[in-house]
């Protein structure tokens, strides 16, 4: 972890990755997605901001849960939304 991660990113002792491939929320409503990540607060994996439905920055906003994981293989950062960070593990 980087000097410059925030206290966010500095919390996440063990990055959760995800369960399945696929948005949750996208499933639901039968939209595509471009790109997963996985919510390191509750464990939830929905779509990056380059999808349509955008489900993961909602999910930030809503819940408050600041920190993603990239859940594309070979992908190794987390962001915070709040801080606007990047860190690779
Ligand atoms: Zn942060
Ligand atoms: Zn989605
Ligand atoms: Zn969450």
């Known amino acids: 972890m980087s000097d410059q ?22 499933v639901k409503i039968d939209a595509h ?14 779509c990056c901001d380059s999808s349509p439905n955008r ?4 999910h930030a906003h809503l819940s408050g849960h600041p920190v993603i994981a990239s859940a594309q293989l070979g992908e190794r950062w ?6 606007d960070a990047f860190a690779e593990y």
């Open 78 to 83: 987390l962001y915070c939304y709040p801080d």
């Open 5 to 26: 991660a925030c206290a966010h990113l500095k919390a996440v002792a063990a990055v959760k990755h995800a369960a399945r491939r696929e948005c949750e929320e996208c």
């Open 55 to 58: 489900h993961a920055s909602k």
């Open 33 to 46: 997605w471009v790109h997963l990540r996985t919510c390191q607060t509750c464990g939830v994996t929905l």
